[in-house]
């Protein structure tokens, strides 16, 4: 059976400015996941493969296995959340979660459209994810192509206070 998320009828699509605002903090953990793994690689080829510091970052073998490794990085990041409970760390700080259509927690492939093709909305200098403005279901290409959905949570009720 699969699961679904609870609440589905007290959630909205969620709009530009909340979508921009769980990027920008989800882009400062992905900066320091690519801080650490920059550092593992200069370790690893300098301590095991026992690369002079000056043949650091040089050749094609250095430059692709360094930028393979920092986008495994990220994408490892984005799915390991998206599967688990639908939200970042980012994405929980403003309230949003990412699901299928019908509710339900999105998979490993769903997972790489979404990363590939958001990398894709900003390589189109943004329009991708400005697409939220013109969708009339708010939704992104990424959202689009992934058959996905970037919802608002409800926030806590304050009864009782």
Do not use: N
Request: some cysteine.
């Amino acid at each position: 059976m699969t699961r679904r998320f609870e609440r589905l009828d007290e959630v909205w699509p969620a709009g530009l400015g909340r979508r921009l605002g769980a990027m920008c903090y989800d882009g400062l953990l992905i900066l320091a996941i690519w801080i650490a793994l920059a550092a593992a690689h200069v370790l690893v080829s300098r301590l095991l493969l026992d690369l002079p510091a000056e043949r650091l970052g040089v050749g094609v073998v250095q430059v692709v296995s360094l930028r393979g490794l920092l986008l495994l990085g990220a994408f490892v990041f984005f799915a390991f959340f998206w599967m688990r409970g639908g939200m970042t760390l980012g994405m929980q700080a403003w309230r949003l979660r990412v699901q299928t259509t019908k509710g339900q927690p999105i998979g490993l492939y769903q997972s790489l459209v979404r990363y590939l093709v958001g990398a894709l909305s900003w390589a189109a200098f943004g329009l991708g994810h400005l697409w939220v403005l013109f969708d009339a279901e708010r939704r992104s290409w990424a959202d689009i192509a992934s058959g996905t959905r970037v919802v608002v949570l409800p926030g806590k009720s304050r009864e009782g206070a």
